[in-house]
Each structure stands twice: as C-alpha cells, then as structure tokens.
Antibody, heavy 116, light 109 residues
Framework: QVRLQESGPGLVKPSETLSLTCTVSGGSISAYYWSWIRQPPGKGLEWIGYIHYLGSTNYNPSLKSRVTVSVDTSKNQFSLKLSSVTAADTAVYYC??????????WGRGTLVTVSS | EIVLTQSPGTLSLSPGERATLSCRASQSVSSSYLAWYQQKPGQAPRLLIYGASIRAAGIPDRFSGSGSGTDFTLTISGLEPEDFAVYYCQQYGSSPGITFGQGTRLEIK
C-alpha cells in the first residue's frame, strides 16, 4: 500500500524559503508524476506544481517564479521549495500522486505557518 | 485559465436525501480530465470520481458523476451521515494546468 508523508519545518519566517519533502513508501516513485497542493486555513485547494520521476516539471503560473519541485528517486522522495514567503503562504501543504488526470493518493498534509 | 465555479456554496440536507452538486467551467473541459473529491475536517481530500463519471476504488455506488463540456454534476443518492463534508471539483487542461472549484459544503439539516 503506497503512502505519502510530508515533512519539514512548521514555521518559516517572512522572506525566507519554505522547504518540504514528501516521502513515498510502499511503492516506487518511478513511473508516476507527483504533485504539491496547498490549502490556506479555512479556504480551498490550490495546485502548486508537479514533477515526473525523470524530472520534468509543471508549475502554477501564479507561483512559478518562486517554486521549485525536485525529485530524488534514490530516496523515493520529492521536494518543494517556495521562496520569498509571506503570510499569504501560510497553509496546509499536501503531497499527492498525479496520474495526469486526478490526484489519487494524498499525504496527510503539514501545516506551515509564515510568521516572524 | 479555466475557472471552476461550484454551486451551491452550502447545501443543507437530511440523511437519506439526494444531493446534487454542480461544477461549472468557464471554458469547455474534457470529461476525461474532470474529477471530484471529498474532504472532511482535518483530513486530506479523497478522490471520489474521475473522468467525470468513473468512481474511484472503494467509493460507494451512491456517488455518481455526470456532465460534459462546461457543466458537471456530482450526485449522492441516499445521504449517509459520513457523507457530510466539503466537495471539490478539479480539472486538468490548459494553463495553468490544474484548477479546483471553491468547494461545496454539504451540511446536515
């Protein structure tokens, strides 16, 4: 049974870089696309970007200038970096598997708060 | 950018009733790329329907999806207590690639 688990700091200072990692267990990261989605408290879902296990990426244009998604197949992990964060980036961040049409497996999510 | 507008914002129904949730797109969406999710408080979203009408693994048959073009519907026949949650539609297509509707909250009347 494939599981996804987000990890990383729960508190980031304004103007700094948010960094999260998603570890895929119970299956290989290869042969799929993987994605990050976020949800501000009490609000809806926003897609951030996705990556293929071979490294090709696609980002939400509204975040593209600040986002980098990378993959490490040797560790069965993929990662998110979001630079120059502000309070508006405070959200629960989810990682998910993306078979190019829908998100079929999700992590439990991790709350990241941007505050000094 | 394709904008998905869900209605109503909140739907108040009783267990056993039928729920009809709407998702309208600002441009035509391929049925292959329209999905529905259920989210309960404190939990990640769960995939219910993909390809507009295909139930995901383990999803009860009281959940059904339909529609094409710009109008899509999620129907829940015979609401169970565990069905009261927030529901999101999602599309994959032209830039920015993936968008979600703002959600419909299904609450117990």
């Amino acid at each position: 049974q494939v599981r996804l688990q987000e990890s990383g700091p729960g508190l980031v200072k304004p103007s700094e870089t948010l960094s999260l990692t998603c570890t895929v267990s119970g299956g290989s990261i290869s042969a799929y696309y993987w994605s990050w989605i976020r949800q501000p408290p009490g609000k809806g879902l926003e897609w951030i970007g996705y990556i293929h296990y071979l490294g090709s990426t696609n980002y939400n244009p509204s975040l593209k200038s600040r986002v980098t998604v990378s993959v490490d197949t040797s560790k069965n992990q993929f990662s998110l970096k979001l630079s120059s964060v502000t309070a508006a980036d405070t959200a629960v961040y989810y990682c998910a598997r993306w078979p190019l049409r829908y998100f079929d497996l999700w992590g439990r999510g991790t709350l990241v708060t941007v505050s000094s | 950018e394709i904008v998905l507008t869900q209605s109503p914002g909140t739907l108040s129904l009783s267990p056993g009733e039928r729920a009809t949730l709407s998702c309208r797109a600002s441009q035509s969406v391929s049925s292959s790329y329209l999905a529905w999710y259920q989210q309960k408080p404190g939990q990640a979203p769960r995939l219910l329907i993909y390809g507009a009408s295909i139930r995901a693994a383990g999803i009860p048959d009281r959940f059904s999806g339909s529609g094409s073009g710009t109008d899509f519907t999620l129907t829940i026949s015979g609401l169970e207590p565990e069905d009261f949650a927030v529901y999101y539609c999602q599309q994959y297509g032209s830039s920015p690639g993936i968008t979600f509707g703002q959600g419909t909250r299904l609450e117990i009347k």
